[in-house]
């Protein structure tokens, strides 16, 4: 049976992974050098569908036996989804997922013993109220944050040093980490208040994962030559799929599915070796029929809107400025005097709205010129205007 997972599914069985073995064995080997009082720190970077999520499930899978893995993802939390992401916010998730982690691995008393800690460390309590049974601190005054970040900083620490002999170590992974840009002007300080704590670490590793451009200015706040973590840490690109590599996995996985040859380079030019295009693509394509460069591109234009849901999300929390930004370079890359030209504004109105749409990976900026990065949102904006005869600005 073939098998091949829908895009979203990013807790992917052995079965259904493929590829990264270099991925997987270079990454797996720096993480283990955690138990030898070495870990690494490490920012893996990717367009968003690359496959980040999934790899980082498989290497926890992998290394569970012998780590204790606490992975927190910043787009669960509560508060960003209220647009409350704070240090506070962050810190009582963190927290929250220690806890579940350590019961995960059959540390059964370990909330017992936080409370303990927690005594024994002076921080002022409002309450510690249970939320399916882990136990949550709540500060009762805004001078009590500092106390209890500390404390949840030096957690993984503490909680090694009790039970070194049941683990080889503590690896953190820190999903979605580009969120924390949402701290606004508190981003660059907390970078550097974890740097402060990550840098002393002998037996806990720190991985955070990002669907980052390499134009994003996040990047330079953390790992650049005056970021927080100066280039101490890691930074390592996980690249779509290869041509030959698309290829491999259909006649693998897919292998219902007979593309001619033209058919098959059509599909990869739609799809860029994304997994989650792939995956997302290949559900909706019937079997028992020829897929040629014809048929493809039929079925592309009818499977877009779900190929380009994360990016519809995206393209309505734009501005409207960023949105006319975009279409304006739907046909051709453009220098940004040209842009501003087009819009009929200054060159130096539309920097804010450029660095945004670089920071969210929505165009990139090569040879002096601004382009859409992605063909399926391209593809999407034009088929809307084709339909309307209007881009769609407004919400819808």
């Not at 690359?50 to 669960?76: C, E, P, R, W």
Request: hydrophobic content about 40%.
């Amino acid at each position: 049976m073939d098998i091949i997972p829908w895009g979203l599914n990013a807790d992917l069985t052995d079965d259904q992974f493929f590829n990264r073995e270099r991925d997987i064995i270079f990454l797996t080997k720096l993480l283990d050098s955690t138990k030898d009082e070495i870990p690494p720190a490490l920012l893996l970077t990717g367009i968003r569908g690359v496959g980040k999520t999934a790899l980082l499930n498989k290497l926890k899978n992998d290394l569970k036996k012998d780590y204790l893995i606490i992975y927190l993802d910043l787009s669960s939390s509560n508060n960003y989804q209220e647009d409350k992401l704070s240090r506070m916010a962050f810190m009582q998730l963190f927290y929250k997922r220690i806890i579940e982690s350590c019961k995960e691995y059959g540390l059964k008393t370990i909330d017992k013993q936080i409370e303990s800690w927690f005594k024994t460390h002076n921080i002022s309590l409002k309450n510690i109220f249970n939320v399916d049974g882990v136990p949550v601190p709540i500060v009762g005054f805004e001078e009590d944050y500092t106390k209890l970040a500390d404390f949840v900083m030096n957690l993984p620490r503490k909680i090694y040093e009790k039970y070194s002999d049941e683990m080889d170590g503590i690896l953190i992974f820190i999903d979605e980490f580009q969120l924390i840009k949402d701290l606004d002007d508190e981003t660059n300080g907390f970078l550097w208040y974890l740097r402060s704590f990550i840098q002393t670490e002998k037996n806990v590793s720190y991985t955070f994962t990002g669907s980052m451009s390499m134009e994003d200015s996040l990047l330079g706040e953390i790992n650049g030559a005056k970021g927080a973590f100066g280039g101490r840490m890691l930074t390592y690109q996980i690249e779509p799929f290869s041509y030959e590599t698309t290829k491999r996995y259909l006649i693998e996985r897919a292998s219902h599915l007979e593309f001619s040859d033209d058919g098959f380079e059509r599909f990869y030019k739609c799809t860029r070796g994304i997994p989650f295009y792939i995956n997302t693509f290949v559900r909706f394509l019937m079997p028992g029929e020829m897929l040629d460069k014809k048929r493809v591109s039929e079925e592309f234009a009818n499977v877009l809107p779900f190929l380009a849901i994360n990016l519809i999300n995206d393209w309505k929390n734009l501005s409207k400025q960023e949105q006319k930004i975009i279409t304006t370079l739907l046909d051709e890359p453009l220098r940004r005097v040209d842009i501003a030209k087009k819009l009929d504004v200054t060159s130096g109105g539309i920097g804010g709205s450029l660095n945004n749409l670089l920071n969210n990976g929505l165009i990139k900026y090569e040879k002096s010129r601004y382009f859409v990065s992605d063909n399926i949102l391209i593809a999407w904006l034009k088929g809307e205007y084709d339909r309307k005869g209007v881009y769609p600005y407004r919400d819808f």
